[in-house]
């Protein structure tokens, strides 16, 4: 019993509690209430004058339930979009039906407010009543114009509705999809998008928005359309608007470059709706190919509504091709495995140009090769979509020459530029200039692209060009200084297990690096030369002659970590008669500089550079010429009338006259120095105006500069001199007139 008192003493004091949390003479909402409007909302021009006495639209207010004589009380406020309160001209408060006994509104025409007033019926049901007000919206604010409640007790509740829209908010047009045109031009499509309700003009026979193109695009007769995409309208007869019957209130008029979109018929919202108009405006554009220029197609935006932006782009127009970009230039070097190729790029003109299917082949330019097929580069591409492109594969067996097959084409909204990296190449070693691809294919895309640029490693000079005379030897010549272009240019050793050959690694065996030096055909180095770094860290190691002596070769030692120079000095050479006049020029190559002479690649190029040391000339011609006289068995002989002594005499073997070879050649006009004589090959040599003349003993054979001339008797050694048969040397250096005379067994030569 206790218990039981207790509890009903917790209610009482809970029910006293609230009691006291409620002001006296006030009482808390009753009921749920809700605000509509009944009648269109009005749209209207707050410049003009009719705005100073605007009638709302018509304001609904529903009590649901409403207590039997429950009272309730509100603050109605009329506010345009920038919150601003406008001053109330005339209020109209009624109920609806028998469930409210009071309905009242207390104000004074110019107050920025009124007070209302309700009391429900004596039954517990649903109250209705209707609020027209009439307000003076003059210079308000673009947009939407709300009746708000505020303040309410009772059965009403704050709250708001919107009852008016003041024009001039506008609306904004975008582009969901910007479409790529060729010269036949293509369909566009605008979406405009009111931002407050009556964004768009709704005054009969107004343009409510333009669509401006550039110069050189059109829009094409009978294109434009209009499509309701979203909105509840009615016309000025109460039709309710849909999509099928859009054009009876829009319509789009095409006048060549631009596009108007204009009401035909007034248009309000219908009732109850709150839904901003979204249209779908399109048509097709047309190409003047003689002025419209390559890019982005930018439409102006105007009209009589406010429209943003005020352009956009809505196309991009090209031709149904590619060009070729080139990303990077690399330097490489002549001569060498493993030079890399900078990136280079396809950009298409319109999305779609490159068809699955179709080729892309790449050419290099004469002297360089493929080493390693570039590859296509997703990562640095653009706008790649779904496009693939198999690997590249060879064509044909020049090196020069692959193609790859594109698998899946470009796609997407925008063109698409594909972008190759990682291809290495081989250029010959006297390749130098810019390495452009020649790129082909079926697939459309022509044209060359720079991807590298060959330098010379080395260059090479002389310290002077000094004149050396046909048919001397040891004689002078300038300098020569090679230097290199950057560090490590000179290799220690030629090594190309790395090297790649059509994708592929191959190795070949490791070679000493030796630097090279060639003298022409017919030139010989007559002692090893002076080799020393001038300049740099280098290290050399041997120097030697070798090939004949036409060339030297000298061994890399350890490579520079600063670029260095090779100075080359007395060098002494011997030039023969076939050795035209000009320029001697040495040639520089070697293993040091040249890894790709080679089957395969540049067999038949091995020279990196080349300087001119001296300069050929011939000797001058002599004054006179020399009538020789020979007795056999004396040993005195006769020069143009003077008598000489030779300590051995002529004699005759095989009936041939043998001279001594030293009297023989003085008479015949060569000097002392220029006659040679090699122990270990046991040959003379004769050197006269750029005749080289060799004599082997024992051997019937006489070497006329390169060239063997078989005798009928072969050289001899009497007395230690060395025997030759007079008609053939006097032969070798131009005296044809060789005669005996049988009575006086005297030889005589002249020309």
């Known amino acids: 019993m206790l218990k039981t008192r207790q509890k009903w003493l917790s209610i009482v004091l809970a029910v006293m509690f609230l009691f006291t949390l409620v002001p006296f003479g006030a009482h808390p909402a009753l009921a749920n209430t809700q605000y509509q409007t009944i009648t269109a909302i009005p749209s209207f021009d707050p410049g003009k004058d009719e705005a100073k006495n605007l009638n709302l639209a018509t304001v609904y207010i529903k009590i649901d339930p409403a207590l039997a004589d429950a009272e309730g009380e509100a603050i109605v406020e009329v506010l345009d979009s920038e919150g ?23 104000y004074n025409p110019g107050d920025k407010y009124a007070k209302l007033k309700v009391k429900a019926g004596s039954a517990t049901a649903k109250s209705e009543l209707t609020l027209k007000l009439a307000v003076d919206a003059k210079d308000a604010a673009a947009g939407d114009v709300q009746v708000r409640f505020s303040n309410a007790s009772g059965i009403l509740e704050n709250g708001s509705v919107v009852a008016a829209v003041a024009k001039g908010a506008g609306v904004e047009v975008s582009v969901d999809k910007v479409v790529a045109i060729g010269d036949g031009g293509g369909d566009v499509t605008f979406t405009v998008q009111e931002n407050t309700l009556y964004g768009l003009d709704n005054t009969v026979g107004k343009n409510t928005v333009k669509f401006k193109l550039p110069n050189g695009f059109t829009w094409e007769d009978g294109s434009g359309s209009v499509k309701l995409v979203s909105g509840q309208l009615v016309d000025s007869s109460g039709t309710t608007i849909t999509d099928s019957n859009i054009s009876t209130v829009f319509k789009v008029y095409e006048d060549e470059r631009e596009l108007q979109v204009k009401v035909l018929k007034g248009f309000s919202y219908a009732k109850d709706s709150s839904s901003k108009i979204r249209l779908e405006v399109s048509g097709t554009i047309k190409v003047d190919t003689s002025v419209a220029k390559y890019g982005d197609v930018t439409v102006t935006l105007g009209g009589e509504s406010t429209v943003t932006p005020s352009d956009v782009v809505v196309a991009n127009y090209g031709d149904y091709s590619a060009s070729l970009k080139s990303i990077e230039v690399k330097s490489i070097q002549p001569g060498q495995f493993d030079q890399e190729i900078g990136k280079f790029a396809i950009d ?63 796609s997407g909204n925008k063109p698409t530029e594909i972008v190759f990296k990682d291809g290495k190449v081989t250029a010959a070693a006297d390749f130098t200039g810019k390495i452009e691809l020649t790129v082909g294919g079926s697939a459309g ?11 010379a490693p080395v260059t090479a000079s002389a310290s002077s060009t000094p004149s050396v005379i046909i048919g001397e030897r040891g004689q002078a010549a300038g300098d020569l ?54 300049d740099g860290d280098l290290e050399i190691d041997t120097v030697q002659r070798y090939s004949d002596d036409n060339m030297v070769k000298i061994k890399i030692k350890s490579q520079s970590a600063k670029a260095s120079t090779i100075k080359i000095s007395n060098i002494k050479l011997t030039v023969d008669r076939t050795v035209p006049v000009g320029d001697l020029e040495l040639k520089i190559g070697g293993t040091a500089l040249v890894e790709n002479s080679m089957d395969g690649f540049f067999p038949d190029n091995e020279w990196i550079a080349k300087a001119s040391v001296a300069k050929v000339i011939t000797p001058a011609p002599s004054e006179t010429q020399a009538t020789v006289k020979f007795v056999i068995g004396d040993k005195n002989y006769n020069v143009n009338g003077v008598n000489y002594t030779m300590d051995v005499a002529p004699y ?30 046991q040959s003379a040599i004769l050197l006269k105006d750029g005749t080289s003349v060799e004599f082997t003993i024992g051997s019937n054979i006489m070497k006329l500069g390169s060239v063997s001339i078989p005798m009928d008797v072969a050289a001899q050694v009497v007395n230690g001199r060395i025997m030759l048969p007079a008609r053939y040397v006097a032969n070798a250096f131009g005296y044809y007139n060789v005669g005996y005379d049988e009575a006086t067994q005297t030889v005589t030569i002249s020309k």
């Open 445 to 455: 895309v022509t044209g060359t692209v720079v991807v590298a640029e060959a330098k």
């Open 481 to 534: 200084m090679i230097t290199e272009s950057a560090a490590e240019v000179f290799q220690k050793d030629l090594d190309a297990s790395d090297m790649l050959i059509d994708g592929a690694s191959k190795k070949l065996d490791a070679d000493p690096g030796y630097l090279v030096i060639k003298a022409p055909e017919g030139v010989r180095f007559d002692v090893t030369p002076t080799v020393t770094v001038s």
């Open 348 to 410: 298409e003109a319109l999305p779609g140009f490159l068809v699955a299917g179709r080729t892309i082949e790449l050419t290099l330019p004469e002297n360089v090769k493929w080493e390693q097929y570039p590859k296509f580069s997703s990562g640095d591409s653009k706008n790649v979509g779904s496009f693939a492109i198999d690997n590249f594969e060879a064509v044909g067996t020049s090196g020069r020459t692959i193609k790859a097959k594109i698998t899946q084409a470009t």
């Open 652 to 681: 005759v073997d095989s009936g041939r006259t043998f001279v001594p070879i030293r009297y023989l050649a003085n008479a015949l006009g060569v000097n002392p120095e220029n006659i040679y004589f090699n122990n270990d090959t």
């Open 84 to 106: 601003s309160k406008l001053d109330i001209k005339s209020v109209d408060f009624e109920g609806i039906g028998s469930n409210v006994s009071v309905a009242d509104a207390t």
